[in-house]
Nanobody
Framework: QVHLVESGGGSVQAGGSLRLSCAVS????????VAWFRQVPGKEREGVAT????????FYGDSVKGRFTLSRDTSDNTVYLQMTSLKPEDTAMYYC?????????????????WGQGTQVTVSS
C-alpha cells in the first residue's frame, strides 16, 4: 500500500511563497515518481511538477517553470514543492501523487496513488 499526505497549504498574497510537503509511505517499493497536480472547480487537473525518485530528476509544467522547485529529503520519504512569486492563478487544490509513469509525465492518469490535497489560495 502507498499512502501520501500533503501539508503546507494556506492563504498568501500575490508575490509571496509557500512550501508544500508530501509525506510518502510505502510498505513495498511500488512507485518511482512523485508528482504535484492542481485543480480548481470546473477545470481539468493540471500537472505542476514531477520527480523521478531513482535519480532525483525533476520536470515542470510550463506555467510554473522558474517559480516552483521540487525537491526531496535524503531518505526519499518527503517531497517538497517550494512555490515562489505566487500569482492568483496559482490558486487551487494541490494534490500529491505517486506511480510508475513515463519519466517526466504529468499525465494524471499514469499516477495510481493520490493524497487528499491541500488548498492554496493566492490573493491580489
Amino acid at each position: 500500500q502507498v499512502h501520501l499526505v500533503e501539508s503546507g497549504g494556506g492563504s498568501v498574497q500575490a508575490g509571496g511563497s509557500l512550501r508544500l510537503s508530501c509525506a510518502v509511505s510505502e510498505n513495498t517499493h511500488r512507485t518511482n515518481c512523485v508528482a504535484w497536480f492542481r485543480q480548481v472547480p470546473g477545470k481539468e487537473r493540471e500537472g505542476v511538477a514531477t520527480l523521478y525518485t531513482r535519480d532525483g530528476r525533476t520536470f515542470y509544467g510550463d506555467s510554473v517553470k522558474g517559480r516552483f522547485t521540487l525537491s526531496r529529503d535524503t531518505s526519499d520519504n518527503t517531497v517538497y514543492l517550494q512555490m515562489t512569486s505566487l500569482k492568483p492563478e496559482d490558486t487551487a487544490m494541490y494534490y500529491c501523487a505517486a506511480g510508475t509513469p513515463v519519466i517526466g509525465s504529468l499525465d494524471s492518469e499514469s499516477y495510481r496513488y493520490w493524497g487528499q490535497g491541500t488548498q492554496v489560495t493566492v490573493s491580489s
